[in-house]
T-cell receptor, first 111, second 114 residues
């Protein structure tokens, strides 16, 4: 079945350093979504990428969708303590409604 | 707009009891999705419902779990005879139509089975 994998599982950074998480799908995706979940919170939708090679920016966050539409990345420039949380990528379930989520990357920031 | 409302926020059940989790979708949304999140894991699809219909329950265990979305009232995820392995966070999301959109999730129900 379809698998969505994320690396790394955990990332410790000093405040002000950059952070990148990578997402890989076993199948080609029509689109990919990114969510952020704060500790004890619920997933919050960040963005959806649709086009091959697409790059989108939200302030310090840069999202990319690979040319083959099987991988994606999220890069955060100059992390802040408010960036703490788990970042999930998700793709459509093959041939069905709903999403398949990766296991997420936990971002831990040391002041 | 009140968003997706889930209750209770926390639920503690003894092994063998029943758990009922409720989800009220956003106003105007007739599609509901339930996901389960185990500690340190991503979200796993359980079931997709429209008003009065179960569209896809392929992610739901065959036994003890059931879901409904009646014409009136919230969607209910019901777990009978809970076991320790059912301890997890259960999230629902709603959408106005089919297809893949950015989901708005509720705050979730954290189920603890003791």
């Amino acid at each position: 079945g379809q698998q969505v994998m994320q690396i790394p599982q955990y990332q410790h950074v000093q405040e002000g350093e950059d952070f990148t998480t990578y997402c890989n799908s076993s199948t080609t995706l029509s689109n990919i979504q990114w969510y952020k979940q704060r500790p004890g919170g619920h997933p919050v939708f960040l963005i959806q990428l649709v086009k091959s090679g697409e790059v989108k920016k939200q302030k310090r966050l840069t999202f990319q969708f690979g040319e083959a539409k099987k991988n994606s990345s999220l890069h955060i420039t100059a992390t802040q303590t408010t960036d703490v949380g788990t970042y999930f990528c998700a793709g459509p379930r093959g041939g069905a409604d709903g999403l398949t989520f990766g296991k997420g990357t936990h971002l831990i920031i040391q002041p | 707009n009140a968003g997706v409302m889930q209750n209770p926020r926390h639920l503690v059940r003894r092994r063998g009891q029943e758990a009922r989790l409720r989800c009220s979708p956003m106003k105007g949304h007739s599609h509901v999705y339930w996901y389960r999140q185990l500690p340190e894991e991503g979200l796993k699809f359980m079931v997709y419902l429209q008003k009065e219909n179960i569209i896809d329950e392929s992610g739901m265990p065959k036994e003890r779990f059931s879901a409904e979305f009646p014409k009136e009232g919230p969607s209910i995820l019901r777990i009978q005879q809970v076991v320790r392995g059912d301890s997890a966070a259960y999230f629902c999301a709603s959408s106005p139509t089919t297809g893949t959109y950015g989901y708005t999730f509720g705050s979730g129900t954290r189920l603890t089975v003791v």
